[in-house]
């Protein structure tokens, strides 16, 4: 090869060199990116695999200590996991997507098991546990974490123990007070499964002593768990036992969770059967109830809802509730039962709101036993008492009720009742019917408007206000009692009357405005301050009249005084001025045809007792004794007649103004009255005692 040629080969040589070095220069790049790539890879793939090996090999006791303190500091109280915690991975039992098995139903999930758990009471309870459990499992998603739920499809408790206390009425461990965070991350819990276990109950408010004893029930296609109750109950035995669903289901809302239960204790006995629907947030029942007790009061322990005193109760109806974001709300509907021996049926509402409760009710009764009405205003006898579960304090000499209201409880609860009752039977003759009051309870304020009923052929219309907004103690509660009685027929009070031949009756009218304050009904009369006015226009006065009225006292007076003979009455006015519970004679006269009686003196309702003089004058020669005045003195539950020596055969002359003023059997005082007419015999008695009655507010007296 020339020079020439050598010359011209050298670019083409350098050219190729020059390519050859550029490629060897390019590969060079690209192989390191693919090793980072690879090495990126191996990494992301092993991070798992080993967080996977540290799980599987983790001792999980090790976090104990810390995982205690957490959950003692967020709930308050103590928590410890004393046995061991294990976590371990298995796959899941049903698919994530129902239906579909996807590539992730093949992933296994975390299984946590913690043996021997403990959550102690708050530190202002006594020393111990709260509940404790030999093991509880769960299966945690751990998908759902990417979206910030926890997702348990199963959570499983063995062998629980629930000790329930309450030492007083602000003491009490199933609740803890803890500040209340809008979390980022979800519950999902979707059943809950309980084994052989036991809840203890300790009460001292309601002096419950009661354990229930759980276990699971086999071959059972509705039930699951069976449980035992024995106990005590104030004293009383408690016996009984239930059955409920054997797996909690609480994502499908809607499924019906079973419940039955029979549980007796002395005079107290609950029944159920039914079902709870969206048990997660207790949003719904639907159940039979069955419920007794000594009185509908002492449901105020179990419930938080007032309830009047009562005789023993025993009612069954429709209970259904829920829960909302504004409240609860449970309706006992169509319900029936028995007061004593009264029959009560209808539908009662509570609404649990803001800033008070409210209790809504319907009820009517048939028949309504006068008896039964006692407990309401503490009127009933020591032994009811005692039988009903309150203190026995009424006493011996006294015949006004004692027993106290309690208005700090109408504080809580406002009401809005109607009752109606075709017949109320006190004695088989006595005729009253029809009674109608619409009660309402408003920031404390009780209120009877009206408080109506028929009475022999006439009608009674009162309103009661007892205000017991106010402060305790023997003012608790501003009374008033404004009534009026109209046209109660002589003849259908007394129907010994219509057996007398040529016998006529006329009517009764009354009126009464009283106002009071105390705590007790007692208490209320003894401060009261008003006028009770009284009138009879016509009428038959009669040994057998006042047997038939009950008026034994007033029985020896009329024979003592008129002989066995029927009288005919041609008025009778009543006029007391009241002040500060003494009940003072304005106008007192009895007008017969053979005498007039004029009746002067007072009525303590306070001590109880009656200082009358009873001063008959005869209108001819047939009754030379009566001129001669009488005294009627003593208590209410012992009157006694104080006559002069001389007269000793007249004992018992004053018991017509007895039977008037004193005798609770007596028909004038407690009803109210417009008057009779103009056209009255005792046209100027009835016009001086016919004025409308007058009082001051309650705790002030008239001027």
């Known amino acids: 090869m020339t020079t020439q040629q050598h010359e011209e080969n050298r670019p083409a040589d350098e050219a190729n060199r020059g390519n050859a070095s550029t490629s060897q220069h390019g590969k060079r790049p690209m192989s390191r990116t693919l090793k980072t790539v690879l090495w990126l890879l191996g990494i992301l793939v092993a991070i798992p695999i080993i967080a996977i090996i540290i799980l599987l090999s983790f001792d999980w006791n090790r976090v104990k200590p810390w995982l205690n303190a957490k959950v003692s500091d967020a709930i308050d109280r103590p928590f410890a996991i004393v046995g061991d915690l294990s976590v371990h991975w298995e796959r899941p039992s049903e698919s994530i997507i129902p239906g579909q098995r996807t590539w992730r139903d093949h992933i296994p999930w975390p299984h946590l098991v913690a043996n021997d758990v403990h959550v102690g009471n708050p530190s202002n309870m006594p020393k111990g546990d709260t509940a404790s459990v030999r093991q509880f499992s769960f299966s945690l998603n751990p998908f759902a974490l990417l979206s910030h739920t926890i997702s348990i499809p199963v959570l499983r408790f063995d062998g629980p123990h629930v000790e329930l206390l309450r030492t007083d009425a602000t003491h009490y461990n199933w609740v803890y007070q803890h500040e209340q965070k809008k979390s980022k991350w979800n519950l999902d819990l979707e059943r809950l499964v309980l084994s052989k276990g036991v809840i203890h109950v300790k009460d001292a408010l309601t002096d419950a002593d009661i354990t229930a004893d759980v276990d699971t029930i086999a071959n059972d296609p509705r039930y699951g768990i069976g449980f035992k109750v024995h106990g005590s109950y104030h004293d009383a035995p408690v016996t009984g036992g239930g059955k409920t669903g054997g797996v909690l289901t609480l994502k499908d809302q809607d499924a019906p969770f079973p419940v039955q239960a029979d549980v007796h204790s002395g005079p107290y006995a609950l029944a159920v059967d039914g079902t709870v629907t969206r048990p997660a947030k207790l949003a719904g029942l639907d159940l039979r109830l069955k419920l007794a007790g000594p009185s509908m009061a002492r449901l105020y322990a179990f419930t938080g809802v007032l309830l009047p005193e009562t005789p023993a109760f025993s009612t069954e109806g429709h209970l259904t509730g829920s829960l909302g974001a504004e409240g609860s709300r449970w309706t006992y509907e169509k319900f029936k039962g028995k007061v004593g021996e009264s029959d009560i049926a209808g539908t009662l509402s509570f609404q649990h709101r803001k800033p008070r409760n409210k209790l809504s009710a319907t009820v009517h009764s048939n028949q309504l036993r006068f008896a039964d009405l006692g407990p309401l205003i503490g009127a009933d006898s020591n032994a009811s008492k005692r039988a009903r579960g309150v203190a026995a304090v009424q006493p011996e000499n006294k015949a006004l009720p004692v027993e106290k209201f309690h208005t700090e409880k109408w504080k809580v609860l406002d009401a809005d009742v109607h009752f109606t009752a075709d017949r109320i039977v006190k004695t088989a003759q006595l005729p009253l019917n029809k009674l109608k009051t619409h009660l309402t309870m408003d920031k404390g304020v009780l209120r009877l408007q009206p408080l109506d009923f028929g009475l022999a052929g006439g009608s009674v219309n009162s309103n009661v206000t007892l ?152 209108k001819g020669l047939r009754i030379f004794t009566l001129r001669t005045p009488f005294y009627v003195r003593g208590t209410f539950k012992k009157p006694d007649l104080s006559l002069d020596k001389k007269v000793l055969a007249l004992k018992g002359g004053a018991a017509a103004a007895l039977a008037v003023v004193a005798a609770p059997a007596a028909a004038l005082l407690p009803l109210i009255n417009t008057g009779p007419g103009k056209d009255s015999p005792c046209a100027a008695l009835l016009a001086k005692a016919g004025a409308k009655p007058q009082a001051p507010p309650p705790g002030k007296q008239k001027r």
């Open 467 to 618: 205000d017991g907004s106010g402060g305790a103690g023997k003012d608790a509660i501003k009374a008033t009692l404004d009534a009026t009685a109209r046209n109660i027929e002589l003849k259908q009070l007394f129907p010994a009357i219509q057996k007398i031949q040529q016998a006529t009756a006329g009517d009764i009218f009354a009126q009464t405005k009283l106002t009071a304050t105390g705590d007790s009904v007692g208490e209320m009369l003894a401060k009261s301050n008003g006028e009770l006015k009284a009138l009879i226009s016509q009428g038959v006065v009669s040994k057998l009249l006042l047997e038939e009225a009950g008026l034994n006292v007033g029985n020896v007076i009329l024979t003592k005084v008129f002989g066995d003979k029927p009288v005919q009455l041609n008025c009778l006015a009543s006029d007391f001025g009241v002040t500060n519970g003494v009940a003072k004679t304005n106008t007192f006269v009895l007008d017969t045809q053979d005498a007039i009686v004029d009746i002067n003196g007072w009525v303590n309702l306070g001590n109880e007792q009656i200082d009358l003089r009873v001063k008959p004058e005869t």
